[in-house]
């Protein structure tokens, strides 16, 4: 199996026991996800944006949506000290049986 192949079970299986389990949103989620960010060397915005990628699906599927869009913004500092903002997108159409 290649890299992307097991980047994609990976994400598949994080996306299947993250429904099963349920996603807690609270005020402390972005302190344990900064937590975890080091511990296991990854970057707290790789977490949140992978995070955020499943956000779309999730409250389609809760909510009985057709189609969910999101936009989320942080404001960083660069190098320079400087506020920058950045923004991910995400968004799930889903393609629903009629019901007769």
């Given at each position: 199996m290649d890299e992307?192949?097991?980047a994609e079970v990976t994400r598949a299986l994080l996306r299947l026991r993250l429904w099963e389990?349920?996603?807690t949103l609270s005020s402390s989620t972005n302190r344990k996800l900064g937590a975890f960010?080091?511990?296991s060397?990854?970057?707290l915005q790789e977490l949140r944006e992978l995070l955020i990628e499943?956000?779309?699906d999730f409250l389609g599927e809760a909510l009985g949506a057709d189609f969910v869009s999101i936009r989320v913004g942080y404001d960083d500092l660069d190098g320079d000290l400087?506020?920058?903002r950045h923004y991910v997108d995400a968004e799930h159409e889903f393609h629903r049986q009629a019901s007769a």
């Open positions: 992307k192949r097991k389990n349920g996603l960010a080091k511990e060397g990854t970057s499943f956000l779309p400087k506020k920058v």
